[in-house]
């Protein structure tokens, strides 16, 4: 008898000829998420299992945060020679029980010496007879007790739900904006989610925003890490740039003209990364620089596509995602951020894109960035 864990993926992707290689990714990313837990991965009849690890809630903890992974369910595999070794491991697993049941076996070895409703009866009978807390509802059960008849048996009653989405990488590449906020770590994880290989850049004003608030940010990009399989963050020097803005542009329109800057280097380091697309954690109407009209001048900057997750999304949305994917408390640390310290008292929010382009026009733009470019560092996490 071997514990093991089966792994479950959603359906809508794995029609036609793209199944195989989803299910390759998947399972790629499955071994990276169990690595160092001695477990093993494998497919068998387009099922995916777990096997040989050394603690199964651990292996649980991290296949469900898997993006691809739809629900798990840790299983029993045995002979299938012994169908009385069968009944009472089937006895055991329900042993807790209480409330409604239901067996459910398949036999995908049609040579078995009981068909599957046979297998139903005669379990769920024994099941009754061994457990008083337990009725037979065979429409609207409250415990499943799966019993699968292959190469061998394979027993289960637990479905755990995981995080859904598609596995990192069979979607393309796009470069995330992360700030320390709340919310930009949580729209990288939900546009990885969807099977995009995520990298990050953050704009960095040292000395107004202290080595502190950097390492917050890659606190944060190291906790997107696990899901994301692995994050660059290039950490841009920003401080020349803001200060420029600060004092030859309108005070108004200060964070909007710094904001397209910030999506303009974005979008070169994104080019030069091989991404397709931008990802920001702005939500309409949440602060100044992110009512319609607001956007609509960031937007202009960008060639690419601009993704923006949580667009609809309220604040009190957005803090649930973040407390369940853990880098709420990173957010919630105090050290500032380059927006918040060069703050203008009246922001525009009904911004003139003449306004602003006039006031960019005052600055040496290009070679800002190029500078900021070359002064840009990588890190790994
Ligand atoms: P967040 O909580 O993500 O910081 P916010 O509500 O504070 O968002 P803003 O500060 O207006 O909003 O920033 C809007 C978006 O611009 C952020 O979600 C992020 O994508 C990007 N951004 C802001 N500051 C930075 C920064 N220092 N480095 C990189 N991206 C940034
Ligand atoms: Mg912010």
């Known amino acids: 008898m071997q514990d093991l864990l089966l792994v479950r993926y959603g359906e809508i992707f794995l029609k036609g000829l793209n199944r195989p290689y989803f299910i390759r990714a998947l399972v790629r990313k499955i071994r990276y998420a169990v690595r160092g837990l001695g477990a093993e991965v494998w497919v ?3 099922r995916i299992f777990v096997k040989g690890f050394s603690d199964l809630e651990t292996c649980i903890q991290r296949v469900t945060q898997v993006f691809g992974v739809h ?4 299983a029993l595999e045995m002979p299938k020679e012994d169908f009385d070794a069968i009944c009472d491991q089937a006895i055991a697993m329900t042993r807790d029980l209480k ?3 239901k067996v459910m076996a398949r036999r995908s070895d049609k040579r078995y010496f009981m068909n599957s409703p046979a297998i139903n009866e005669e379990v769920g009978y024994r099941i009754l007879q061994a457990n008083p807390n337990l009725k037979v509802d065979v429409h609207q059960p409250e415990h499943a ?6 190469e061998k048996a394979y027993l289960y009653v ?6 859904g989405g598609m596995p990192v990488g069979t979607n393309g590449n796009a470069t ?5 906020g709340i919310d930009s770590p949580v729209a990288g994880w939900m546009i990885a989610k969807r099977g995009v290989q995520i990298n990050a850049v953050h704009f960095h004003s040292y000395p107004y925003t202290s080595d502190r608030a950097k390492e917050k940010v890659l606190d944060l990009a190291r906790k997107l890490s696990f ?3 692995g994050i660059k963050v290039f950490v841009v020097p920003f401080t020349e740039i803001q200060m420029a803005i600060h004092e030859k542009c309108p005070e108004e329109y200060t964070t909007l003209i710094m904001r397209r800057y910030m999506m303009r280097i974005a979008e070169r380091i994104a080019r030069q990364e091989g991404c397709e697309a931008l990802i920001t954690g702005e939500s ?3 602060v100044a620089s992110q009512t319609m009209q607001a956007l609509g001048t960031t937007d202009a900057v960008a060639e690419m596509p601009v993704f923006r997750p949580l667009i609809g999304f309220d604040k009190s949305e957005i803090i649930e995602v973040a407390r369940k994917i853990g880098t709420l408390e990173i957010s919630s640390l105090p050290f500032e951020d380059c927006c918040t310290v060069f703050t203008p008292r009246h922001p525009a929010t009904k911004p003139k894109l003449e306004k602003i382009l006039e006031g960019e026009s005052r600055l040496d733009g290009e070679e800002m960035i190029q500078r900021a470019l070359e002064g840009t560092e990588m890190i790994r996490v």
């Open 44 to 46: 068998s009849d387009g």
């Open 99 to 101: 409330g409604t049941f």
């Open 227 to 229: 899901s994301c399989c």
């Open 145 to 150: 007790v799966n019993i699968e008849i292959r």
């Open 284 to 286: 309409i109407g949440q």
């Open 158 to 163: 637990r479905e755990i739900p995981a995080v």
């Open 71 to 74: 629900s798990v369910s840790p």
């Open 176 to 180: 995330l904006l992360l700030s320390g």
